[in-house]
C-alpha cells in the first residue's frame, strides 16, 4: 500500500502545483504520466517511486525556473521528489543528475539564481540524499553503481556552461559550431569510456543491437505493461506521441525557443544514456533495457514544451485538450489489461465476455467506474481554473 501511496501522492501534489499556476502544464503532466507509469505506481516496484519522484522534479524545478515568484510547494516538491527519484534504483542519479543539468543549462547566463530561488533548505535536502546514494554506490562493485559518480560531474560541467554561455554565443558562427562539435565529440567519447567498462569490454555488435531496439524501448514506456506481455493499442501509443508532437509544433509555432531546446536535450540524453547503461550491464544475449526505465526523463518532453508562454484561453485550451487524450490513453490501457487477463489479448472485445474467475463484479462495472473516476479528474483539475500563464 505505501509502495502504491509514495507515488500517487508526488503526482497530486505535482498535479496541484502545476494546476495553481498554468492549465497547460496539468493536462501535459497528465500526458507525462504514461499507462506504464499509472501500471508500476499499481504494483511493488522501485521504478513506480522513481518515475513519479522524476514529475516531482520536473514540475517543480520548471515551476522554479520559469515563475518570477518561486513558490514554496515548487521548492519542497523538488527537494522530495528528488529523494523519491535517486534513493529507490541506482540509476535514479543518473535521471536526476540529467534534469537538474537541462534546467541549469536553460538557466543560462545566470544558474546562480535558479539555485537561489530553489532555496538554501530543499538544496540541503537535495544534497543528503544524493550523499546517501553516492555512499551505497562507494560500498558497492558493481559497474553500474560505480557509474554513479559520474553523475555530479555531468551537473558541474551544464553549471559551468550555463555561466559562459554569454561568451560562447558571442563567439563568430565558426567558432561555435567548432565549441558545439567538440561537445558533441567529447560526449561521444564519454560514452565510449562508460561503455567500455562491461567485464566483457566495449562490444560493437551488442551496441548496434541495443540501438536498433530504441523504437521498441520507446513504446513500451507508454504502453507495453507489466514484463512486455500486455501491449496498449497501436492508436493509443500513437495518440500520445501525437500529443506531445502536437505540443512541440505549438511551442516552434511561438517562437519560445528555451522549451523547445529542453525537449531536445530530454529527449537525447534519455537514448543516449539508455544505450550507454544497456552496454554497462554486460548483457550478450539481449537488452536488458525495458521503457519504464527512462520515464523519470523522458517525462520532461511534455512537461517542458509546456512551460511555453501561451494567452490564457489558449492555454487552457490546450491543457484540457492534453488531459483529455491522457485520460483517454489511460482507460484504453485499463481495457486492454482487463481483456489480457480474462480471454488474452487475441480474445475478444465485448468485456461482458472477459473471464472474471470467480469475481464479484464483471470488469465493465470496474472499467465504467474507472472512466467516471477519470472525468472527474478532469473535471476537478480544470473546474474554476485562473487560467493564469505562471
Request: charged share 10%; glycine share 10%.
Amino acid at each position: 500500500m505505501m509502495d502504491a501511496l509514495i507515488p500517487i501522492g508526488l503526482l497530486a501534489a505535482a498535479l496541484w502545483s502545476a494546476r495553481r499556476r498554468r492549465p497547460v502544464m496539468v493536462g501535459a503532466t497528465l500526458l507525462a504520466v504514461t499507462p506504464m507509469a499509472w501500471f508500476m505506481f499499481a504494483v511493488v516496484n522501485p521504478s513506480g517511486v522513481t518515475i513519479a519522484g522524476g514529475v516531482a522534479v520536473l514540475v517543480g524545478g520548471i515551476g522554479v525556473w520559469r515563475s518570477a515568484t518561486t513558490r514554496s510547494r515548487d521548492r519542497w516538491l523538488v527537494a522530495v521528489g528528488w529523494a523519491a527519484l535517486v534513493l529507490p534504483r541506482r540509476d535514479g542519479l543518473i535521471w536526476a543528475a540529467l534534469i537538474a543539468s537541462v534546467l541549469l543549462l536553460l538557466a543560462a547566463p545566470d544558474p546562480d539564481a535558479l539555485l537561489r530561488r530553489l532555496g538554501r533548505r530543499p538544496l540541503l535536502a537535495v544534497a543528503a540524499s544524493t550523499v546517501a546514494v553516492l555512499v551505497w554506490a562507494w560500498r558497492s562493485e558493481t559497474n553500474t553503481s560505480q557509474a554513479l559518480f559520474v553523475a555530479p560531474l555531468v551537473v558541474v560541467a551544464a553549471y559551468g556552461v550555463s555561466r559562459v554561455w554569454p561568451r560562447l554565443a558571442a563567439l563568430p558562427a565558426a567558432a561555435r559550431v567548432g565549441v558545439a562539435s567538440g561537445a558533441a565529440a567529447g560526449g561521444l567519447a564519454a560514452m565510449y569510456v562508460v561503455m567500455a567498462q562491461r567485464s566483457a569490454g566495449f562490444d560493437g555488435v551488442a551496441l548496434r543491437l541495443t540501438i536498433g531496439n530504441t523504437g521498441n524501448d520507446l513504446t513500451e514506456a507508454v504502453g507495453v505493461l507489466g514484463w512486455l506481455d500486455t501491449p496498449v493499442p497501436t492508436s493509443a501509443v500513437f495518440a500520445v506521441f501525437a500529443a506531445v508532437g502536437a505540443l512541440v509544433a505549438l511551442v516552434i509555432l511561438v517562437g519560445d525557443v528555451r522549451p523547445l531546446v529542453g525537449v531536445v536535450m530530454v529527449v537525447a540524453a534519455a537514448v543516449a544514456a539508455s544505450w550507454t547503461l544497456s552496454m554497462l550491464q554486460n548483457n550478450d544475449v539481449g537488452s536488458y533495457w525495458q521503457g519504464r526505465y527512462y520515464l523519470p526523463l523522458l517525462a520532461g518532453a511534455p512537461l517542458l514544451a509546456a512551460s511555453v508562454e501561451l494567452e490564457r484561453a489558449a492555454a487552457r485550451r490546450v491543457g484540457v485538450a492534453l488531459a483529455g487524450v491522457a485520460l483517454e490513453v489511460a482507460n484504453i490501457a485499463l481495457a486492454a489489461t482487463m481483456r489480457r487477463f480474462g480471454v488474452g489479448i487475441a480474445g475478444s472485445l465485448n468485456p461482458l465476455e472477459w473471464d472474471t474467475y470467480g469475481a464479484p463484479l464483471t470488469p465493465l462495472v470496474l472499467l465504467v467506474l474507472h472512466i467516471a473516476a477519470s472525468v472527474g479528474l478532469g473535471a476537478v483539475l480544470f473546474r474554476g481554473h485562473a487560467d493564469v500563464t505562471h
